[in-house]
């Protein structure tokens, strides 16, 4: 190495310690809170919401949200928020609608951000209209002690937790996240996920349930409907407990499907690198293919069919009676 290249080098290591040492200055000065370097700030807002309103629209950017049971008999939205990024709260032709106001120029766009904002929604009553929400990046969560007569939700980035039921539909999308729904009823039941995971147990869907997750992990627990669809592309399909009345059909590309007391008239299972084993509650009639693996299942010849189809990988599936 030329000494002109040493010199340059020692040069970058020497500045490379300085910055090093005059962030970590700031950053004990600051008792390890980064949000002061980010020259934003944040302020709490509390709208009270005294006009009657049976649905509810949302518009969120970067904000949490999250829906609570109110015990004062008052509707209200509390915004933790930034100072020039705030939340407009109004009722409009009888439906409640939460906007969110950016104001920042251009450049203030850019900076650290550690702080989330928050949206929280605290609602008197238990049964409501239509629940519109879309948000960019940021968690929403509701709360189990209401009822809608259908449920939306389209998020970018981040996580949903849906205890609330539906009359009608209850859908959910999401890209990049987790979904999670837990002992609720509904309509008709459509969650959509790109790359996460999705949990859902303790549903009662009085039509079709479908499922859509293209890399992450699929639990279902304690689920009875119609019909379930379930396909994805990396993940296994874990179900415990899980009864469809009429069709029950999983697909993945590579992962497992493991069936613990599941049931259906018709059952279609079929994934391409991966086992397919567990147990159901009922006989069926077996047709079996798989190109590298071991079979094992019984060999009933009554009730509905059964078609599992897999290219590497086994299949065990046992009867198992409640």
């Given at each position: 190495m030329s000494k002109t290249k040493q010199h340059w080098l020692i040069a970058a290591v020497i500045l490379t310690v300085i910055g090093t040492v005059i962030v970590g200055s700031a950053v004990m000065m600051m008792k390890g809170d980064l949000s002061l370097m980010s020259g934003t700030s944040y302020e709490t807002n509390h709208h009270p919401v005294t006009e009657e309103f049976g649905a509810i629209r949302i518009s969120l950017d970067t904000a949490d949200l999250r829906l609570v049971y109110s015990s004062d008999a008052s509707s209200s939205v509390t915004c933790y928020e930034q100072s020039n990024v705030k939340h407009a709260v109004a009722v409009k032709d009888g439906t409640l609608?939460?906007?969110?106001?950016?104001?920042?120029?251009?450049y203030e766009h850019i900076g650290f951000?550690?702080?989330?904002?928050?949206v929280t929604l605290t609602l008197p009553e238990t049964v409501y209209g239509m629940l519109s929400v879309s948000s960019t990046t940021g968690d929403i969560e509701i709360d189990p002690d209401f009822t809608f007569q259908s449920?939306?939700?389209?998020?970018?980035?981040?996580?949903v937790i849906c205890k609330a039921s539906a009359k009608e539909?209850?859908?959910?999308?999401?890209?990049?996240?987790?979904i999670t729904v837990s002992d609720l009823s509904a309509e008709a039941i459509s969650l959509t996920l790109s790359t996460g995971s999705l949990k859902a147990s303790g549903i009662t869907c009085r039509k079709d349930l479908s499922l859509n997750v293209t890399t992450g992990k699929t639990e279902l627990s304690d689920i009875t409907c119609r019909n379930l669809s379930s396909d994805g592309t990396t993940g296994s399909a874990v179900l415990k407990h899980v009864i469809a009345e009429e069709t029950l059909s999983l697909e993945r590309s590579t992962g497992d499907i493991i069936l613990d007391r599941v049931d259906a008239a018709t059952l279609k299972l079929r994934t391409t690198t991966g086992d397919v084993k567990g147990s159901l509650l009922s006989e069926k009639v077996f047709f079996v293919d798989t190109t590298t693996g071991d079979r094992d299942y019984?060999?009933?010849?009554?009730?509905?069919t059964c078609e599992i189809e897999t290219t590497t990988g086994d299949v065990r599936?046992?009867?198992k009676t409640e």
């Open positions: 609608v939460i906007e969110v106001v950016d104001e920042r120029k251009w951000f550690t702080k989330n904002s928050t449920i939306d939700v389209a998020l970018t980035t981040g996580d539909d209850l859908r959910i999308e999401t890209t990049t996240g987790k019984p060999h009933t010849s009554s009730g509905g599936i046992t009867l």
